[in-house]
């Protein structure tokens, strides 16, 4: 089982050609960590949401998540990939936790503070900072759809060529919204599809993007897909057109796990919609730090045992 699973990370790799060896390096640091190491899939605990959402709305469900430090036992514990968050929390925690998870500084943050229809993060850190950190990557957020994406691509690009000069995994999170897109078209397949594409063609290592559903929001698009009859009934087959569409499986895509489902047979079913699509695994937060640890614990094998990883 080793020998196939050091063929299949180099097989990824592979597709990385075009990069420097400190790039490969940490991509390879991240596909062979934990309990997925060597299976070419992946399952990352972010916890960008007291950010992105407020404290109370993300931390008060399991009041011990309030602590930086118990993500990344958690993320330790549950034998993850990797653990992404902002500045705060890795400072908090990278000096106690050194070399026991890749970690992955968020560079890019946004809050609800306002009701704005067009979103815009702010870049709150930086490279150096990751550098300084210890981090295999970087993670940024872009809002395909939203009015002022042109700054963040601009933006984007700049800060995935600085990372990769110093041999830094980009991690991209490719979330459509703003007011020229419906509330259900923020994860229609077709956008979906396209905001994965984006990612990519702006330099993502890893790309990560919402589960989509079968809408159609677009009326060019919505031609494309009914005239060539692109598969869409199943999540599994909506997976798999994401995947495709992020130059044909070339490129690592992942799957958010999304708002809080108390519901853990629902997540799973959704991990194995992933793995039948072809998708490379998921990135869950909220559904695992809003858990106690113990029941975030068993969820997160769960899901790696239908991933590939092997039972404990």
């Keep these: 089982m080793l020998e196939l699973a050091t063929d299949r990370v180099a097989e990824i790799l592979d597709w990385y050609r075009g990069n420097n060896p400190g790039v490969l390096t940490n991509l390879a640091r991240i596909l062979n960590h934990g309990r ?8 990352i605990l972010p916890v960008d949401q007291g950010f992105e959402h407020g404290p109370a709305r993300s931390f008060a469900p399991n ?4 602590d930086p430090r118990y993500h990344f036992r958690l993320a330790i514990r549950a034998g993850c990939n990797a653990y992404a968050a902002p500045l705060g929390f890795l400072e908090a925690g990278a000096t106690e936790f050194a070399g026991q998870i890749p970690l992955i500084l968020k ?19 930086s490279v150096a900072d990751a550098l300084r950190l210890g981090c295999v990557g970087i993670g940024y957020t872009i809002y395909p759809g939203t009015a ?19 041999g830094l995994v980009v991690v991209v999170w490719s979330y459509p919204r703003g007011s020229g897109l419906s509330k259900e078209g923020e994860t229609a397949l077709d956008v979906t599809a396209y ?34 009859g692109v598969p869409r009934e199943t999540l599994a087959e909506r997976v798999h057109h994401v995947v495709q569409s992020t130059f044909d ?3 690592l895509v992942i799957f958010s796990g999304g708002a809080m489902n108390e519901n ?21 937060g909220r559904n695992a730090f809003q858990r106690n ?6 969820l997160l094998g769960q899901m790696m045992e239908i991933y590939g990883a092997p039972p404990v």
């Design 36 to 43: 997925l190491a060597g299976t070419g899939r992946v399952v």
């Design 264 to 284: 853990d047979e629902g997540l799973l079913s959704e991990a194995q919609a992933i793995r039948d699509g072809g998708g490379f695994g998921s990135i869950v």
């Design 148 to 166: 002022e994406r042109r700054l963040q691509y601009e933006q984007l690009a700049e800060v995935a060529r600085q990372a990769k000069e110093v």
């Design 63 to 66: 009041p011990p998540a309030y």
């Design 293 to 298: 640890e113990d029941h975030a614990v068993r």
């Design 249 to 251: 499986g070339r490129r």
């Design 195 to 228: 905001a994965a594409q984006i990612a990519a063609q702006l330099g993502a290592h890893i790309v990560k993007v919402k589960l989509p559903s079968a809408h159609l929001e677009q009326d060019a698009a919505r031609k494309v897909y009914e005239k060539q």
């Design 107 to 125: 560079v890019n943050n946004h809050d609800v503070l306002q009701d704005e229809r067009d979103p815009l993060g702010a870049q709150t850190s």
